[in-house]
């Protein structure tokens, strides 16, 4: 069965270092989404992204978060410099539409640590 | 904006038994889908079952059914003859109307242990 794919799994970085987190969505799907887990906390959308361009971000994705499709898999989310209150679980999600019900299919998740 | 309240931050199951994990939702939208994901300690977010607010049948999937009661805004997971395997934290998400926003909402989620 098709899967979402998060590579790392584990990063940890000292604070103001940059990350690129990276993530392969399921093939045919055509939207992309990060959010994002601090420790003990509720899920929280970060942005989704469409047709190569982001469609909707939250408030949490400041000017230091930026999105990027560069080949037709990968998906990548990039933190500029990072604080130590991005230290949290980044989960990458997918669908094939926006149609209503669809379904996002999450990756594994990449436990991000700044020190 | 749309809320999602889950007001149990544990729960205990014995193996075998069924249980209910409460999800209240708010919003002033007609249409709209609900979601539960599973989240093992290993970390993932497993999709298990949804149910759309026109749906008038209870969503269902293996073990699991969804108690949808929409005069009162709940979506109730059940899970029915408990396994050692669904301790885990659940989560109870809410997707917007078509043509709305795109981002799930979800809640803080309930911590389920089932005891052998």
């Known amino acids: 069965e098709p899967e979402v794919t998060q590579t790392p799994s584990h990063q940890v970085t000292q604070m103001g270092q940059e990350v690129i987190l990276r993530c392969v969505p399921i093939s045919n799907h055509l939207y992309f989404y990060w959010y994002r887990q601090i420790l003990g906390q509720k899920v929280e959308f970060l942005v989704s992204f469409y047709n190569n361009e982001i469609s909707e971000k939250s408030e949490i994705f400041d000017d230091q978060f930026s999105v990027e499709r560069p080949d037709g898999s990968n998906f990548t989310l990039k933190i500029r410099s990072t604080k130590l209150e991005d230290s949290a679980m980044y989960f990458c999600?997918?669908?094939?539409?926006?149609?209503?019900?669809?379904?996002?299919?999450f990756g594994p998740g990449t436990r991000l640590l700044v020190l | 904006a749309q809320k999602i309240t889950q007001t149990q931050p544990g729960m205990f199951v014995q193996e075998k038994e069924a249980v209910t994990l409460d999800c209240t939702y708010d919003t002033s939208d007609q249409s709209y889908g609900l979601f539960w994901y599973k989240q093992p300690s290993s970390g993932e977010m497993i999709f298990l079952i949804y149910q759309g607010s026109y749906d008038e049948q209870n969503a269902t999937e293996g073990r699991y059914s969804l108690n949808f009661q929409k005069a009162r805004k709940s979506a109730n997971l059940v899970i029915s003859a408990s396994q050692l395997g669904d301790s885990a934290m659940y989560f109870c998400?809410?997707?917007?109307?078509?043509?709305?926003?795109?981002?799930?909402?979800f809640g803080k989620g309930t911590k389920l242990t089932v005891n052998p």
């Open positions: 998400a809410m997707s917007p109307p078509q043509g709305g926003s795109e981002k799930l909402v």
């Open positions: 999600a997918s669908s094939p539409a926006i149609r209503f019900g669809e379904t996002q299919y």
